[in-house]
C-alpha cells in the first residue's frame, strides 16, 4: 500500500494540473469587484465578463462552476485586461482572482452566471380532448401561462396537437402555425443536447417523445428549453387523447443558447 502523503501530494498535483483551485483563496491582494455578465455583448454559446481592475496587479485569473458551490473552481484562463470571452458550451457560474506572483485576492470576486430560469412544469392536452382542457403554453421568463389555442385572445408560444405524425401520436406546433396558428412565432428544434440551443434547424412543428429535448426561439431573440417529461394516453377521456407534460426553461439573456440540465 502507497503512504498516505504520497497519495495525498498525488491528489494534489491532479488539481493544480487541471487548472482548480480551492475554495478559500489565502492571497492578501483585494478582492476584484464589479465582476458582471455583459448581456449586450453576449450571443449564441459566447459569454463576455468583465470587472473592475484593482491597482498594482500584474493580472486576473478567471473561473467557472457547473452548480455555484464554489467548493473547486475551474480556471479558464489569466488575462491582463479587466474582461475576457468565454466559448461555453453550457450555463455556468463565474468569478475572478487578482494576481502577483504567487500572491492573489483574498477572497474570489462575487459570483455572476448565465443559468436559466426554471420555470415549472405544465401538461397540455391534444386536440382530442375537449374545450375544457389546456392545449397551449405561454413561455413566460419567470413561468409559463396555459390556454387554449382555439381561443383568439391567447397567445400562445406552443401548442399540443395531433397531426398523424408517424413519430408520435402528439407534438408541438408553433404559436403561429398550423390550424390554431393565432399566437406567438416560436420556431421549434428537437435536439440531443441538455446544454445548448441548436444554432440552425428550427421548423414551425415537430413530434414528441418522453425525453425529448426541444428548443424555442420567440419573436425577440430568447431561446427557451422544453423537456418533454411524459407522453401518456389520457384513456379517462378517449383511447385517442393524449397529454404531455412539459417542463421548460427560459434563457433570460437575449440571443444566448446556453441551459443547465436541472434547475
Avoid at 401561462?145 to 395531433?162: E, H, K, P
Avoid at 428548443?215 to 383511447?239: F, L, N, Q, R
Amino acid at each position: 500500500m502507497k503512504p498516505i502523503w504520497i497519495l495525498s501530494g498525488f491528489l494534489l498535483l491532479l488539481l493544480v494540473a487541471c487548472g482548480t483551485n480551492p475554495s478559500t483563496p489565502e492571497g492578501t491582494l483585494p478582492k476584484v469587484e464589479g465582476l458582471t455578465v455583459v448581456d449586450s455583448l453576449c450571443g449564441g454559446n459566447t459569454v463576455f465578463l468583465s470587472w473592475n481592475s484593482v491597482d498594482s496587479v500584474v493580472g486576473y485569473r478567471i473561473y467557472y462552476d457547473e452548480t455555484g458551490g464554489g467548493i473547486v473552481w475551474n480556471e479558464i484562463e489569466s488575462v491582463t485586461d479587466t474582461f475576457t470571452t468565454h466559448e461555453a458550451e453550457r450555463s455556468y457560474y463565474y468569478t475572478v482572482l487578482a494576481f502577483t506572483g504567487d500572491d492573489t485576492s483574498e477572497d474570489y470576486a462575487d459570483r455572476v452566471h448565465t443559468r436559466p430560469n426554471g420555470c415549472g412544469t405544465y401538461t397540455l392536452w391534444d386536440n382530442h380532448a375537449g374545450p375544457d382542457s389546456v392545449n397551449a403554453l405561454i413561455l413566460g421568463e419567470e413561468s409559463g401561462i396555459t390556454g387554449r389555442a382555439d381561443d383568439s385572445t391567447f397567445m400562445q408560444n406552443v401548442y399540443l396537437y395531433d397531426a398523424d405524425w408517424t413519430g408520435s401520436p402528439v407534438g408541438l406546433f408553433s404559436g403561429d402555425a398550423g390550424v390554431w396558428g393565432n399566437g406567438v412565432a416560436t420556431p421549434l428544434v428537437r435536439s440531443s443536447s441538455a446544454y445548448l440551443a441548436p444554432e440552425t434547424g428550427y421548423d414551425d412543428s415537430l413530434y414528441v417523445i418522453q425525453g425529448d429535448y426541444v428548443y424555442g426561439m420567440t419573436p425577440d431573440s430568447h431561446y427557451v428549453k422544453m423537456w418533454i417529461s411524459e407522453v401518456e394516453a389520457d384513456t379517462t377521456i378517449s383511447d385517442s387523447t393524449y397529454y404531455a407534460k412539459i417542463y421548460y426553461q427560459y434563457q433570460p439573456i437575449e440571443g444566448l443558447r446556453l441551459f443547465a440540465l436541472i434547475q
